[in-house]
């Protein structure tokens, strides 16, 4: 059964860098970036490892928990995790699921025959406090993740939440966002102090 938004994230229990997870206990109250890898030791998924270990206080800011996978052993992802923080100037904390016998990336759906049939495609899932799945990306193997648009949809998710708001296209955290068809003006005045702009009807802009 495909996974689609708004499902409980499946749980499970598996070894990682960071020992075993299970990973709804691991995920407590956070939100979390979990995202997949074909293998160890290949060049696009090296450059995202990195750039991941980077963003580390961008993703705390948010109460976000990187979480990662190849399907490797913890052996083979501790000596990669060396290679990632030499070649990419970072220092990898975040765990690194050992996924082996692929029992996650079949669970996730990451094994696309079209792209491989034993590695996990770079997946990723963006999962709320609640374990429910927010977002899902997939990226073909030789294009790396946009890291810019990881970050800007956990804000717009998470403004969505705070606010009772929609976002619009490019939203990015400061601009004006979009009150749902689905609260009437009356209830907006109480939600919404700032007023708004009706363009239409439909579409009703506020700033925060």
Not at 133 to 160: H, K, W
Request: with cysteine; charged share 25%; aromatic share 10%.
């Amino acid at each position: 059964m495909s996974l689609l938004l708004g499902n409980t994230a499946p749980d499970f229990t598996i070894d990682s860098t960071a020992g075993q997870i299970n990973f709804h206990e691991w995920a407590g109250d956070s939100w979390v970036f979990f995202f997949s890898h074909p293998a160890d030791f290949t060049p696009v998924c090296t450059t995202e490892m990195g750039r991941t270990a980077q963003l580390a206080k961008e993703f705390a800011e948010r109460n976000t928990k990187p979480l990662g996978l190849s399907t490797d052993t913890v052996e083979e992802h501790v000596k990669w995790i060396e290679d990632v923080n030499d070649t990419q100037s970072c220092d990898l904390q975040f765990p690194i699921l050992a996924d082996a016998e692929h029992k996650i990336s079949q669970l996730y759906e990451m094994i696309h025959p079209g792209e491989s049939e034993t590695a996990a495609v770079r997946s990723v899932f963006i999962v709320d406090p609640s374990k429910k799945i927010r977002l899902t990306m997939t990226y073909p193997m030789s294009v790396g993740r946009n890291f810019d648009e990881i970050l800007r949809v956990i804000d717009a998710l998470q403004c969505g939440d705070e606010h009772r708001c929609a976002l619009p296209a490019d939203w990015r955290k400061g601009d004006a966002v979009i009150i749902p068809p689905s609260i009437s003006n009356n209830e907006a005045k109480g939600l919404f102090l700032n007023g708004w702009d009706e363009i239409r009807p439909y579409l009703r802009t506020t700033r925060l």
